[in-house]
């Protein structure tokens, strides 16, 4: 039983969903912090959501609803230390560079790819990691490498950054869970 965080537009929630049977595991809630396009999708989907930034909340609703394993799929916001204790090795994010390169507070989105491009590096790529509460510092579980192009602008290096999150996160997402 798995639980999405986001806060985004939702693809790497998207990819998640599509992935169910491939990797034979089940999204059971999705949590949302705003209105966003995540919720939208999650509803579509059929998938309960909970739209709540109340941590105590939040933590009632995943113990009712078995969640074995919590994915942050773009969501921003900054989890409380003992939530972080609390479900410590059940919380793992993506972000889209290859830790510990360009992670840490302010680096998300596109300001991650932007500063990839502006350091001049020639691979970037995407990790998913356990979370702490030491923001983008919890343990490395597995990293995707593609490479950096001469004339790669932000958006371009995102989209395949993006493309390799799509194909590692439910990977690793099965692999865990069928683990535990
Ligand atoms: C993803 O690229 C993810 O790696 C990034 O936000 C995007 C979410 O897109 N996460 C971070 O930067 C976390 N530090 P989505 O809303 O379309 O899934």
């Known amino acids: 039983m798995l639980a999405v965080f986001a806060s985004g537009t939702g693809t790497t929630l998207q990819a998640l969903m599509d992935n169910q049977e491939r990797y034979n595991y089940q999204v059971s809630l999705v949590v949302v912090n705003r209105a966003c396009q ?3 999708r999650a509803d579509k989907e059929g998938i309960i959501t909970l739209f709540s930034k109340d941590w105590q909340e939040i933590d009632l609703q995943l113990t ?3 969640i ?4 942050l799929a773009g969501f921003l916001a900054i989890i409380p230390q003992w939530f972080c204790e609390k479900w410590d090795k059940k919380i793992v994010n993506i972000h889209p560079s290859l830790l510990p390169k360009f992670g840490g507070k302010g680096m998300y989105g596109m300001h991650v790819h932007e500063a990839v491009l502006a350091a001049g590096e020639q691979q970037s790529g995407c990790t998913v990691h356990y979370v702490s509460a030491e923001v983008d510092g919890g343990a490395i579980i597995a990293q995707s490498i593609v490479p950096v192009m001469g004339d790669d602008t932000p958006d371009s290096l995102a ?3 993006q493309l390799a999150e799509k194909i590692l996160l439910p990977q690793v997402i099965g692999e865990l869970l069928c683990n535990t």
């Open 68 to 71: 074995q394993l919590i994915v």
């Open 38 to 40: 995540a919720k939208e």
């Open 159 to 161: 989209q395949r950054v």
């Open 64 to 66: 009712g609803h078995n």
